[in-house]
C-alpha cells in the first residue's frame, strides 16, 4: 500500500497550489480520505475530509479557499489550495480513513511554504 502525495513547494501569500494523492494497493474508492498538515511543534491537524462519494467538510480556518476533490478512477485525491496565508505553511499529508479491519494508511508528507 502506498499513498504519494506531491503538489507542494514555495509560493507567495495570495498565491496557488494544488497537491495530489495517489494511491496504490488500496480499493481507494471505498475510503474516506483527508489532507492534514503539521507544523514543528503542533499536533498534525485535519484539513479536509471527503467521502467515496464526495461529500467533504474543511476546518474553519480554510473553508472557501481550499477545495477537496477525488478521481477515483485515477485512485487521486487532490486539494486545491487557493488565497494561501503564510499560516499555510506546513507538511501536508494525505491519509485514508480506518477500514474494516482498523487500519489507516498515510502519504509521505509534501511541504508547503507560504512567504509573506
Known amino acids: 500500500v502506498q499513498l504519494q502525495a506531491s503538489g507542494g513547494g514555495l509560493v507567495q501569500a495570495g498565491g496557488s497550489l494544488r497537491l495530489s494523492c495517489v494511491a496504490s494497493g488500496i480499493a481507494f474508492s471505498i475510503y474516506n480520505m483527508a489532507w492534514y498538515r503539521q507544523t514543528p511543534g503542533k499536533q498534525r491537524e485535519l484539513v479536509a475530509h471527503i467521502t467515496p462519494i464526495g461529500i467533504t467538510n474543511y476546518v474553519n480556518s480554510v473553508k472557501g479557499r481550499f477545495t477537496i476533490s477525488r478521481d477515483n478512477a485515477r485512485a487521486t485525491m487532490y486539494l486545491q489550495m487557493n488565497s494561501l496565508k503564510p499560516e499555510d505553511t506546513a507538511v501536508y499529508y494525505c491519509?485514508?480513513?480506518?477500514?474494516?479491519?482498523?487500519?489507516?494508511?498515510w502519504g509521505q508528507g509534501t511541504q508547503v511554504t507560504v512567504s509573506s
Open positions: 491519509r485514508t480513513d480506518l477500514d474494516a479491519n482498523s487500519r489507516e494508511y
